[in-house]
């Protein structure tokens, strides 16, 4: 979803000069979080073509805490929007807290409604994958530990990159590739739908079935890393609980870690740095990757 709807009562709970910022400024809430957040640790190559369309773009960061003896692992991270709206360069900050970690990140833009309609920004996500693998070494990043995340919107194309192999059969990869999964307040298990333009999105009845991650679930997929914060009204907890249960029930590994206090746009807010606080999200997601 979009960060501009931010409540800030939820979302910056102990990080009152920021909201204070926030408050006072003419700009857009995404534009003041930016411009808090550091530059100096990664280099950032934007607006490179990974398809023939206007949104078929994605941004690089390549992280200058890199180590001496082992190449950095790789996320890919989708941002949310309601399968409407996003634009990469607003997730700056997502980049500069995992290139502080030490990893390359990638972040790209995806065709959304009315544009296009499911499944077509779920392929665009395969499309930015193939990119990875055929490309990314030009650049001096490596897909040799290659993970996908998302948020909200995103974490749902992540989901089912990971979980439905056909997405990526059709760039004759599969998801073995990923070393891992993460997803932030993610929708994978979400009908039946009562909004209107999701019932546009998602296609008549009898096939909506095929957007769901959870349908996917089985043994053999790669880890997955599904966080929820219990305060989220938007995408409801009960899509990370449902999809881990299916996960155990099918055998496969995943790793569940709920955020009491969180709402929907704190679960990708508190990755910035000025939001962090105690830095327990961006800590699971380090300690996840650091294991897989």
């Known amino acids: 979803m979009e960060l501009p709807v931010i409540n800030l009562k939820r979302s910056v709970r102990g990080a009152v000069s920021a909201a204070l910022v ?43 805490a890199r180590d001496k003896v082992s190449q950095p692992s790789t996320i890919i991270f989708f941002y949310g929007g309601s399968w409407e709206s996003g634009n990469k360069k607003d997730y700056k900050f997502v980049a500069e807290a995992l290139t502080a970690q030490g990893y ?17 920004f779920v392929e665009d996500g395969a499309s930015v994958v193939a990119w990875v693998k055929q490309h990314l070494a030009d650049y001096g990043a490596s897909d040799d530990r290659l993970f996908v995340a998302g948020h ?20 004759q990869l599969s998801p073995s590739v990923f070393n891992g999964m993460i997803g932030l307040a993610g929708p994978y298990d979400f009908l039946p739908l009562e ?8 296609g008549p009845e009898s096939e909506r079935w095929r957007s769901q991650p959870i349908n996917y679930a089985a043994a053999g997929k790669p880890p997955m890393l599904l ?13 990370s609980y449902n999809l881990a249960a299916k996960i155990r029930e099918k055998g496969g590994y995943v790793q569940l870690e709920a955020f009491e206090d969180y709402g929907h746009v704190a679960m990708v807010a508190k990755l910035a740095k000025p939001l962090r606080g105690e830095g327990r999200l961006l800590q699971v997601i380090k300690d996840f990757v650091s294991r897989h």
């Open 22 to 64: 926030w408050l006072s400024s003419a700009c857009s809430p995404v534009t003041v979080l930016n411009a808090m957040v550091p530059e100096n640790g990664y280099q950032r190559l934007t607006d490179i073509a990974y398809g023939e369309k206007e949104r078929q773009k994605l941004d690089i960061y390549l992280t200058k």
């Open 104 to 120: 390359d990140v990638v972040i790209p833009d995806y065709r959304v409604y009315p544009q296009v309609r499911f499944p077509a």
């Open 152 to 171: 909200s919107a995103g974490a749902h194309i992540a989901a089912l990159l990971t979980l439905d192999p056909a997405y990526l059969a059709r760039e």
């Open 195 to 202: 909004s209107e333009t999701l019932k546009t999105i998602f």
């Open 227 to 239: 966080l929820v914060g219990e305060d989220d009204l938007t995408v409801l907890p009960k899509n």
